[in-house]
């Protein structure tokens, strides 16, 4: 079975401020993950994604995630936020099969 | 470019009432499809897939059914609405070449009163 975890399901933060979203998973082997951000009111929309290779991936509107596998996560950051990074923010995970796992979503939310 | 498609963008319907939502896709071909619901401040709920026209999958038994009466088509439908069918509705779609990230309708917001 696999799993996704995604632990806050707020963050606030200050704009300018640097950001990190976590996210957990469980696996037998090594997954795809995903990160999207959700607009309130729209779809979602992928930031970025790990398949192989490089543990650091960059993503749009710069943000980048890194894969560590000894700790199973693959964390969202961002070095300053801006107040249009206010969403909703998904990790999941695919195992090989195209039924993938989301997470519950965490929240940021950006003080002026 | 692929483009995706979902109508109508809000809908408000009495209780028992019938619902059909509607899902196209443009750009691509055979792309597996899928139906997800989110309640209001819940995650995302998968509610149905399709890897193919009249092949479809159930995640969750409800009141809910879908069809693909074409390739590119993907529709959500209900004989009988309930309260409980309240969120907002998704659409999204993805193929076997692009390593099974999916990509977003711009979604349906239902209420049922």
């Known amino acids: 079975a696999q799993s996704v975890t995604q632990p806050d399901i707020h963050i606030t933060v200050s704009e300018g401020a640097s950001l990190e979203l976590r996210c957990n998973y469980s696996y037998g082997a090594t997954p795809y993950l995903f990160w999207y951000v959700q607009s309130p009111g729209q779809g979602l929309q992928l930031l970025l994604k790990y398949f192989s290779g490089d543990t650091l991936v960059q993503g749009i509107k710069g943000f980048e995630a890194e894969f560590k596998r000894s700790q199973s996560s693959f964390n969202l950051r961002k070095p300053s936020v801006h107040w249009s990074d206010a969403a909703e923010y998904f990790c999941?995970?695919?195992?090989?099969?195209?039924?993938?796992?989301f997470g519950r979503g965490t929240s940021l939310i950006v003080h002026p | 470019s692929q483009t995706i498609h979902q109508w109508p963008a809000t809908l408000v319907q009495p209780v028992g009432s019938p619902l059909s939502l509607e899902c196209t896709v443009e750009?691509?071909?055979?792309?597996?499809l899928y139906w997800y619901r989110q309640a209001a401040g819940r995650g995302l709920q998968l509610l149905f897939y399709?890897?193919?026209?009249?092949?479809i999958s159930s995640e969750v038994p409800q009141n809910l059914s879908a069809s693909r009466p074409q390739d590119r088509q993907f529709i959500l439908s209900s004989k009988k609405l309930l309260l409980s069918d309240s969120g907002f509705y998704l659409c999204a779609w993805t193929t076997d070449t692009n390593s099974y990230e999916q990509y977003f309708g711009p979604g349906t917001r239902l209420t049922v009163t």
């Open positions: 399709s890897v193919g026209i009249g092949q």
């Open positions: 750009g691509t071909s055979n792309p597996n």
């Open positions: 999941a995970l695919s195992g090989g099969s195209y039924i993938p796992t």
